[in-house]
């Protein structure tokens, strides 16, 4: 099993909106907007960063709470096998000149790990909570390996009519630079 960290070439991997101080954050948010794309559609009433915010740190706290070693303030996004769904045919279609860097699990310390069974964002977000049939909170990597054992893949439950809030795959917050250091010296 594998981790999948998907980002713009032109910038870079593991770059993260939320290790930028707040009015930096908004204003390279903003640059980032381009002709309907995915950062101009979650930043639709102008309060993505603040919401996001309040998302992370509920996410950092839970995953402490449940024995998680979260060594990084912010999670450093990844998602958990490849993605592909009917929707999004893949979360690569985000960027506009994508790559990927493919991170095995066994490489990492999954203490340092955890996971929501779809976007944390839209999964922790209080105006999606009463929606969703599927919210979980913070999940371990054992945990994670359990709902897909009792549930399967979200990529393999959602329709093309389901709702946007439904799960489309599994997040992984990486809440350690020891990823980011183990890949950086690959990738030079």
């Given at each position: ?17 939320s ?26 009433d ?121 799960p ?21």
């Amino acid at each position: 099993m594998n981790l999948y960290h998907y980002y713009e070439k032109r910038r870079g991997p593991f770059l993260t909106l939320s290790d930028l101080p707040d009015a930096l954050a908004e204003e390279t948010q903003n640059l980032l907007k381009e002709n309907d794309n995915v950062y101009f559609r979650r930043d639709h009433d102008g309060k993505y960063m603040f919401n996001r915010r309040i998302v992370e740190r509920k996410l950092r706290l839970a995953f402490f709470e449940k024995g998680g070693n979260p060594r990084r303030q912010t999670p450093i996004y990844c998602i958990l096998g490849e993605s592909h769904d009917r929707n999004h045919a893949s979360y690569k279609e985000w960027f506009s000149c994508p790559q990927y860097i493919e991170i095995p699990m066994n490489a990492i310390d999954v203490d340092a790990v955890s996971f929501t069974y779809g976007d944390s964002f839209i999964e922790n977000h209080p105006e999606h909570r009463d929606q969703s049939k599927y919210l979980e909170r913070v999940l371990t990597y054992n945990e994670i390996l359990d709902r897909i054992e009792k549930q399967g893949w979200p990529q393999d439950i959602i329709t093309d009519e389901s709702p946007f809030w439904m799960p489309r795959y599994i997040e992984a917050q990486v809440w350690s630079d020891e990823v980011v250091n183990m890949n950086l010296s690959i990738l030079k």
